[in-house]
């Protein structure tokens, strides 16, 4: 009787990979479905039918013969590649139906579906294969000839080839169209089938003659191939083809060094003790994870393995992994069914299951510790504890960061992406960034602030439109007041025109909202229909504008800036065209907005004289003509300098320090018993000028300078705490490009009611300049009135003099899970207001406190800092967005969506037609 395959490989090799196909594919449909023609929707409902009807038959099959514990008959292997090829011809051909070109590649979501469509339509075809070579097998059968065989395949096309490139003929006519991809496909199975065959045949052979070759041949496929073939797609190897990282990045050494101790653990002949016969067992699994890894990655491209064969000689090395796959996988089948005599069956199944775990759940845990490093940082930088500035492992941070660099790398085409390790990098970015990912700016502050990089990253600025190329014509206003909630509601319908004779313009402007006064509404006319805006969380939001305007589809977006300013943009302008927009404005008074050239009142009638309470009593808006009424006084400064600590200062540094502290007091008449000393580098000890000696032996120069974190801790303590004296930052190092970094520092403007406080002296030049603004000259004796709430006497908080109202927070230690929105509109507003100063006031509690925010926004339908107003053209977009927002709301709010956005491969008969013009494009290396 012949050797069988068990029915649990039907299993392993249909049912879980159609079941992975199938479950992408749903995914990627309820998406677009409502963009496929009538059409397209008939293949897709040939391939979920097929997908479903084929798992179940093959999957209801092997529970039979499980039951009958039967093996797999050859017929049914006959069956998978009778059923799984022309399926996946099908699907390929006719791509353009299910993956439409009007439809672009990101709407599908983050996965290659033609790729994972090659990668999962393998393993049946290689179960089919395996299980005819069983079935065809022979006492007499040489190995040798059938290897030889499989060789003469890509000889004969190599031939052809040669000679039609000579007569000048390269294809063409319907005839040729037909039967090429016909016999390519017959002679791609043929090839594998005696491949397999043979070195089945010559694994299994046992003669003397063959036993002195077995030794050489086992070398050749367990060692020198796999090294030669890491070798040769890292670029080691200088050769005159494009082979750097072409099927992914495996340069690590530990692919190195597993290949060849799996080679060495793969060549060792069987020991006579079973005991030792038992270690070489659990060696064999615990490699057998790196070997199927690798069969894995090369599935899709095993198609290509004759056409590479020809066109360049070192194309063989790409049926490496299936070659070891297979000897390997017999290998430990014979293992067992030897060991099975001498140790309990449990015991080596258990052995065996343990042994094969081991590699992925060390690279597991080697995640999970990434992930506890790059949280370290990510929590220092962006929800610090300011009572706290703790000590880390910039060591550690640094060598994430660069694996965060490699891992986040994407595809530019069909394929892996070069550069990027293949499945354990999307392993790698789903355990450690919550399948997201960290933007440029962020991974350069991060290295900025651990590793000292020269320079800290600036975001990338908000660029306003050119009023001379696209232009806000005018702006109609609505202006309704509420008598019974006492709040205004300012409707804004805006007409935008296009000056140039180009298309695909965008428009894009910002402007500033008073405080309490929020936006409620927006829309977008959109093909004659008004489109309104989706309320949506702000990373999504962004990402998916950015997407669509790589097109020219139709989306329009609004967002905050920072506390105050809103970020608006509106895409595509054809040429010539003029467009409707708007949005909608709740505030408690009138108040003027500026909107490019246009001035705009919004509202009518005096300034109301209102201090309100929210009913929770968390916060209180005071308008403008209340704060009007409150006593102006002039609190006293009081320097707090930030020294440079960062590892690109030395110890000489600390005289220097002191003497320079000492000539900034005296030039400048600053007392010194108010004044603090925060010597600083990622992190920072702070003390008063007298005692800041001892803060100076307890700091080590490492990592970068970060004095944000300093000042957000100095801000919120005196918001907190208020009193008659008010920092200012004195920024201290011999660097000249010293500088600070705004945005980190203006979502704390309510604590801020003095705004010239930033300031960078050079000791060596000794300059000192303004950060903020152009006021170059310092005084600290220079009056700079505030207004003291609720009395100048016995005041509880001090508000900037600028003519605006202003919210303040009674509770800032207020943590909060969830809200109960007051049912006033307004209120409301004010409600998420107060939250949002909280966050900042404590940004520890991010990670709850944030997605409560952005919930409650929703709820109310408000737009505060976290979310956007987001118009979409089709319902595909909105799903995209529903998907999305899912996934950013489960993760850190510090972790960004990719960035940039590729093409779908849409290659009609990308299996066929890739082929021909690998073999035909070998004209040049016979010409040449």
């Given at each position: 009787?012949?050797d069988?395959?068990?029915?649990?490989?039907?299993?392993?090799?249909?049912t879980l990979?159609q079941l992975?196909?199938?479950?992408?594919?749903?995914?990627?449909?309820?998406?677009?479905k409502?963009?496929?023609?009538?059409g397209?929707?008939?293949?897709?409902?040939l391939?979920?039918g097929?997908?479903v009807?084929?798992?179940?038959?093959?999957?209801?099959?092997?529970?039979?013969?499980?039951?009958?514990?039967?093996?797999?008959?050859?017929?049914?292997?006959?069956?998978?590649?009778?059923l799984?090829?022309?399926?996946?011809?099908?699907?390929?051909?006719?791509?353009n139906?299910?993956f439409?070109?009007?439809?672009?590649?990101w709407?599908?979501g983050?996965n290659?579906?033609?790729?994972?469509?090659?990668?999962f339509?393998m393993?049946?075809l290689?179960?089919?294969?395996?299980?005819?070579?069983?079935a065809t097998?022979?006492?007499?059968?040489?190995?040798?000839?059938?290897?030889?065989?499989?060789?003469?395949?890509?000889t004969?096309?190599?031939?052809?080839?040669?000679?039609l490139?000579?007569?000048?003929?390269?294809?063409?006519?319907?005839?040729?169209?037909?039967?090429?991809?016909?016999?390519l496909?017959i002679?791609?199975?043929?090839?594998?089938?005696?491949?397999?065959?043979?070195?089945?045949?010559?694994?299994?052979?046992?003669?003397?003659?063959?036993?002195?070759?077995?030794?050489?041949?086992?070398?050749?496929?367990?060692?020198?191939?796999?090294?030669?073939g890491?070798?040769?797609?890292?670029?080691?190897?200088?050769?005159?083809?494009?082979?750097?990282m072409l099927?992914?990045n495996?340069?690590?050494?530990?692919?190195?060094?597993?290949?060849?101790?799996?080679?060495?653990?793969?060549?060792?002949?069987?020991?006579?003790?079973?005991?030792h016969?038992?270690?070489?067992?659990?060696?064999?699994?615990?490699?057998?994870?790196?070997?199927l890894?690798?069969?894995v990655?090369?599935?899709?491209?095993?198609?290509?393995?004759?056409?590479?064969?020809?066109?360049?000689g070192?194309?063989?090395?790409?049926?490496?992994p299936?070659l070891?796959?297979?000897?390997?996988?017999?290998?430990?089948h014979?293992?067992?069914q030897?060991?099975?005599?001498?140790?309990?069956k449990?015991?080596l199944?258990?052995?065996?299951?343990?042994?094969?775990?081991?590699?992925?759940?060390?690279?597991?845990?080697?995640?999970?510790?990434?992930?506890?490093?790059?949280?370290?940082a990510?929590n220092h930088?962006?929800?610090p504890n300011l009572?706290?500035?703790?000590?880390v492992?910039?060591?550690?941070?640094?060598?994430?960061?660069?694996?965060?660099k490699?891992?986040r790398?994407?595809?530019?085409?069909?394929g892996?992406?070069?550069?990027?390790?293949?499945?354990?990098?999307?392993?790698?970015?789903?355990?450690?960034?919550?399948?997201?990912?960290?933007?440029?700016t962020k991974?350069?502050?991060?290295?900025?602030?651990f590793?000292g990089?020269?320079?800290?990253?600036?975001?990338?600025?908000?660029?306003?439109?050119?009023?001379?190329?696209?232009?806000?014509?005018?702006?109609q206003?609505n202006?309704?007041?509420?008598?019974?909630?006492?709040y205004?509601t300012s409707?804004?319908?805006?007409?935008?025109?296009?000056?140039?004779d180009?298309?695909?313009?965008?428009?894009?402007?910002?402007?500033?909202?008073?405080v309490?006064?929020?936006?409620?509404e927006?829309?977008?006319?959109?093909e004659?229909?008004?489109?309104?805006?989706i309320?949506a969380?702000k990373?999504v939001?962004?990402?998916?504008?950015?997407?669509?305007?790589?097109?020219?589809r139709?989306p329009?977006?609004?967002y905050?800036?920072?506390?105050?300013?809103?970020?608006?943009?509106?895409?595509?302008f054809?040429?010539?065209?003029?467009?409707?927009t708007?949005?909608?404005?709740?505030?408690?008074?009138?108040f003027?907005?500026?909107?490019?050239?246009?001035t705009?009142?919004?509202?009518?009638?005096?300034?109301?004289?209102?201090v309100?309470?929210?009913?929770?009593?968390?916060?209180?808006?005071?308008s403008?003509?209340?704060?009007?009424n409150?006593?102006?006084?002039?609190?006293?400064?009081y320097?707090?300098?930030?020294l440079?600590?960062?590892?690109?200062v030395?110890?000489?540094t600390?005289e220097?320090?002191t003497?320079?502290?000492?000539d900034?007091?005296?030039?400048?008449?600053?007392?010194?018993?108010?004044?603090?000393?925060?010597?600083?580098?990622?992190?920072?000890?702070?003390?008063?000028?007298?005692?800041?000696?001892?803060a100076q032996?307890a700091?080590?120069?490492?990592?970068?300078?970060?004095?944000?974190?300093?000042?957000q801790?100095e801000?919120v303590k005196?918001?907190?705490?208020?009193?008659?004296?008010?920092?200012?930052?004195i920024?201290?190092?011999?660097?000249?490009?010293?500088r600070?970094?705004?945005?980190?520092?203006?979502?704390?403007?309510?604590a801020?009611p003095?705004k010239?406080?930033?300031?960078?002296y050079?000791?060596?030049?000794?300059?000192?300049?303004?950060?903020v603004g152009?006021?170059?000259?310092?005084?600290?004796t220079?009056?700079?009135?505030?207004?003291?709430y609720?009395?100048?006497?016995?005041p509880?908080a001090?508000l900037?003099?600028d003519?605006?109202?202003?919210?303040?927070?009674?509770?800032p230690d207020?943590?909060f899970?969830?809200?109960?929105?007051?049912?006033?509109?307004?209120?409301?507003?004010?409600a998420l207001?107060?939250?949002?100063?909280?966050?900042?006031?404590?940004?520890?509690?991010?990670?709850?406190?944030w997605?409560?925010l952005?919930?409650?926004?929703?709820?109310?339908?408000?737009?505060?800092?976290?979310?956007?107003?987001?118009?979409?053209?089709?319902?595909?977009?909105?799903?995209?967005?529903?998907n999305k927002q899912k996934?950013?709301?489960k993760?850190d709010?510090?972790?960004?969506l990719?960035?940039?956005?590729?093409?779908?491969?849409?290659p009609p008969l990308?299996?066929?037609?890739?082929?021909m013009?690998?073999?035909?494009?070998?004209r040049?290396?016979?010409?040449?």
């Amino acid at each position: 009787m012949k050797d069988r395959t068990p029915p649990f490989w039907i299993f392993i090799s249909i049912t879980l990979p159609q079941l992975l196909l199938g479950s992408l594919m749903l995914t990627a449909f309820l998406t677009i479905k409502s963009l496929l023609d009538p059409g397209d929707l008939v293949y897709w409902t040939l391939f979920f039918g097929f997908n479903v009807l084929s798992i179940a038959g093959f999957s209801f099959y092997a529970l039979h013969l499980i039951r009958i514990k039967r093996g797999i008959h050859w017929i049914t292997g006959a069956l998978a590649i009778a059923l799984y090829l022309p399926a996946l011809i099908f699907v390929l051909y006719h791509s353009n139906h299910y993956f439409p070109r009007s439809i672009p590649r990101w709407m599908y979501g983050e996965n290659d579906l033609l790729m994972y469509m090659l990668t999962f339509n393998m393993p049946p075809l290689l179960l089919g294969l395996i299980t005819m070579v069983k079935a065809t097998l022979r006492g007499n059968d040489s190995g040798f000839k059938n290897l030889g065989a499989a060789l003469l395949i890509p000889t004969i096309w190599y031939v052809t080839a040669y000679g039609l490139n000579k007569l000048g003929i390269y294809g063409g006519g319907r005839i040729f169209s037909f039967i090429f991809p016909v016999l390519l496909v017959i002679s791609t199975l043929l090839f594998f089938f005696l491949l397999v065959r043979g070195c089945y045949v010559l694994y299994q052979n046992r003669s003397e003659r063959w036993e002195k070759f077995r030794l050489v041949s086992l070398f050749l496929i367990g060692i020198v191939f796999p090294l030669l073939g890491l070798a040769l797609n890292n670029g080691i190897l200088d050769i005159k083809a494009p082979f750097d990282m072409l099927f992914g990045n495996f340069s690590h050494p530990l692919f190195y060094i597993i290949a060849l101790a799996n080679g060495i653990v793969f060549c060792i002949p069987r020991p006579e003790s079973p005991n030792h016969q038992l270690l070489q067992y659990a060696f064999r699994v615990f490699f057998y994870s790196y070997a199927l890894y690798f069969l894995v990655v090369f599935l899709p491209y095993l198609p290509l393995a004759i056409g590479a064969i020809i066109a360049f000689g070192l194309g063989f090395l790409m049926l490496t992994p299936l070659l070891l796959g297979v000897i390997q996988g017999q290998m430990i089948h014979e293992d067992y069914q030897l060991l099975k005599n001498h140790f309990p069956k449990n015991k080596l199944i258990a052995l065996g299951v343990l042994a094969f775990l081991a590699i992925p759940i060390s690279l597991s845990l080697h995640f999970y510790k990434d992930k506890y490093y790059l949280k370290t940082a990510i929590n220092h930088i962006y929800h610090p504890n300011l009572k706290e500035s703790p000590k880390v492992n910039t060591a550690s941070i640094k060598r994430v960061l660069q694996h965060v660099k490699h891992h986040r790398q994407r595809s530019s085409g069909f394929g892996f992406a070069q550069h990027k390790t293949p499945y354990i990098s999307n392993v790698y970015q789903s355990i450690v960034l919550d399948n997201l990912t960290l933007s440029d700016t962020k991974v350069k502050e991060i290295e900025h602030v651990f590793a000292g990089t020269a320079n800290a990253p600036t975001s990338r600025a908000f660029r306003v439109s050119d009023s001379s190329r696209i232009r806000l014509d005018s702006v109609q206003v609505n202006s309704i007041y509420n008598t019974q909630e006492k709040y205004w509601t300012s409707s804004l319908d805006l007409d935008i025109t296009n000056l140039q004779d180009r298309g695909l313009q965008e428009y894009a402007t910002q402007f500033e909202l008073p405080v309490g006064a929020w936006i409620s509404e927006y829309y977008l006319m959109m093909e004659g229909r008004k489109e309104m805006g989706i309320l949506a969380e702000k990373r999504v939001a962004l990402w998916l504008y950015n997407q669509i305007t790589r097109g020219s589809r139709d989306p329009g977006i609004l967002y905050y800036l920072d506390n105050r300013n809103i970020g608006f943009r509106v895409f595509p302008f054809t040429a010539r065209q003029k467009r409707q927009t708007g949005f909608e404005i709740i505030h408690k008074e009138p108040f003027e907005l500026r909107l490019d050239q246009h001035t705009i009142f919004l509202g009518e009638g005096e300034k109301s004289n209102e201090v309100f309470e929210a009913q929770d009593g968390k916060a209180i808006y005071i308008s403008s003509s209340a704060k009007g009424n409150l006593p102006k006084v002039a609190r006293k400064a009081y320097p707090h300098f930030i020294l440079d600590y960062s590892d690109s200062v030395g110890d000489s540094t600390k005289e220097a320090y002191t003497q320079t502290l000492l000539d900034l007091t005296k030039n400048f008449t600053i007392s010194p018993e108010k004044a603090k000393v925060s010597p600083t580098n990622y992190r920072s000890v702070t003390k008063t000028y007298f005692g800041w000696e001892e803060a100076q032996d307890a700091m080590e120069y490492e990592g970068g300078f970060y004095p944000e974190r300093v000042i957000q801790s100095e801000l919120v303590k005196n918001y907190k705490e208020p009193s008659e004296y008010y920092p200012i930052f004195i920024l201290v190092g011999e660097r000249n490009h010293l500088r600070l970094n705004r945005e980190k520092i203006a979502n704390l403007d309510f604590a801020m009611p003095e705004k010239h406080i930033f300031y960078a002296y050079n000791p060596t030049s000794k300059e000192l300049k303004s950060l903020v603004g152009n006021k170059e000259n310092f005084d600290l004796t220079a009056v700079e009135n505030v207004l003291a709430y609720p009395n100048a006497e016995t005041p509880t908080a001090y508000l900037a003099n600028d003519g605006q109202p202003s919210i303040l927070s009674l509770e800032p230690d207020y943590s909060f899970r969830s809200i109960d929105l007051p049912e006033n509109k307004w209120e409301q507003g004010l409600a998420l207001e107060s939250r949002w100063y909280s966050l900042q006031i404590h940004p520890e509690r991010d990670a709850s406190n944030w997605k409560a925010l952005t919930r409650n926004s929703f709820e109310a339908q408000l737009l505060t800092p976290t979310t956007s107003f987001l118009a979409l053209e089709n319902e595909a977009q909105k799903q995209v967005l529903i998907n999305k927002q899912k996934q950013t709301m489960k993760a850190d709010s510090a972790y960004d969506l990719t960035e940039d956005v590729t093409n779908m491969s849409e290659p009609p008969l990308w299996l066929l037609v890739g082929l021909m013009m690998l073999l035909f494009g070998i004209r040049r290396r016979f010409s040449s």
